[in-house]
Nanobody
Framework: QLQASGGGLAQPGGSLTLSCVAS????????LVWYRQAPGKQRELVAG???????NYADSVKGRFTISGDNAKNLLLLQMNNLKPEDTAVYYC??????????WGQGTLVTVSS
């Protein structure tokens, strides 16, 4: 499972960088993704990156968030800029296979508030 970290409290307009590492495993040659789940809402896709470096983002975070990863180093990052209160959520990292299997590691809470 993948473990996310780096969450915390940020002010609107602020920035945070989330990190993700594989615990007892490797990323392998898989698509890597960040999801988030806000209170009372379903988990939603935030960003994804494949082994070729191609990325995709939810419309709500385009231009503000940047996903980057290194499968060889088993490290995935999510740089979040210009944070908004609606970005408040628990953020999870995963592989595409993990999503398909509905297997999730520990997320990290991001709270955006003044």
């Amino acid at each position: 499972q993948l473990q996310a970290s780096g969450g915390g409290l940020a002010q609107p307009g602020g920035s945070l960088t989330l990190s993700c590492v594989a615990s007892g495993s490797t990323f392998g040659a898989d698509v890597l993704v960040w999801y988030r789940q806000a209170p009372g809402k379903q988990r939603e896709l935030v960003a994804g990156i494949n082994t070729s470096g191609t990325t995709n983002y939810a419309d709500s975070v385009k231009g503000r968030f940047t996903i980057s990863g290194d499968n060889a180093k088993n490290l995935l990052l999510l740089q979040m800029n210009n944070l908004k209160p609606e970005d408040t959520a628990v953020y999870y990292c995963n592989t595409l296979m993990g999503v398909i299997r509905d297997s999730w590691g520990q997320g990290t809470l991001v709270t955006v508030s003044s």
